[in-house]
């Protein structure tokens, strides 16, 4: 790369158009994916990827860029096994999911997804894998609010209270979550439908990515930007869940874990040997761990404490007249 060490003072948007440029010249291709990937690379860095197609096909430390999260709500519509390729999911309100969760058919939970743009190397090394795509869903925080699974109607059912009917207690849905508030973040499988990818020849296939990070450097660097990542927009979504549990407290503690508390030992995988090879390709292995150390009280910024104001020192003796000054 010493061809571009010449160039230093241009901006990586520059590189990338360049760049860009360049691959639309046949003679100059390569040239032009690493001076776009170099770009990429300066303005967002580089994290290494074990990247898992439908369930089956790996391709280690695969190389991608430019993280973001987004805030997800949705809801699986077709079958729950954890592998199927027919999986689909439609997004709802806030106030669909607690309905949901009313009648036990959906746990209270949102998930924030992350996707990464892979870069020119990337595509080149994968192929039609990546046909063209901007960002591709690697992984998601799924945010468990509440450790009841099962329906209201179910949580009001005496069974315990047979015999004495007159004491039992009929929970309203606001009272069954404040009894069973539970926050808690795990790693989860992006959950998001597959996407579909066109051959020459016109015929159909749907894709399916998930993947964590190769090694512990790609992983710190990530946590690192993590505060940066969990944006305004999404904090707003955030909010807008709590506020209708009426929970300030678990917002606050969430944002903070978010942020703050994220553990990176489950976040990568570093392990080379290929030996158990249907054990690595098995989302069981990776999501499903807790990942996040949530505060029971957010920790308070510390006010700047005001100095008191410094008292002016008594002014010093004049200087005595040098002889040579004393002469008139």
Known sequence: MKWIKTFEELTPKIYRIAGQNLMNIPHKIEKGRKLKDYGSEKEWGVYNIELVKNYSDMTREVKFTKPKAKFILNHKVTPDNINDMNTKYEDISVEEMLDLWRDGERELYFTIQFYFEPLEETKSRVGSSLPGWGDVPLFSFKVDLSSWEDSLEQYNTPDEY??????????????????????????????SDPRNSWSNAGSRTQIYHYGIFSDRNSVFKFKKLLPTLIEDEVIEKIWEVF????????????????????????????????????DLRNPNKWFRWNIADIPREVPKKEEPKEEEPKQLEAPKEEPKQMWYQSRT
């Not at 606050?252 to 040997?273: F, M």
């Open 162 to 191: 047979e015999d004495d009917i007159e004491n039992f207690k009929t929970y309203t849905l606001q009272e069954l979550y404040d009894e069973t508030s539970s926050l808690s973040i795990s790693l989860a499988l992006p959950q």
């Open 243 to 278: 506020s209708l549990l009426g929970d300030s407290k678990n917002f606050q503690r969430c944002i903070h874990a978010l942020k703050y508390g994220v553990k990176i030992n489950h976040l990568y995988d570093d392990v080379k040997s290929m030996s158990g090879t249907n």
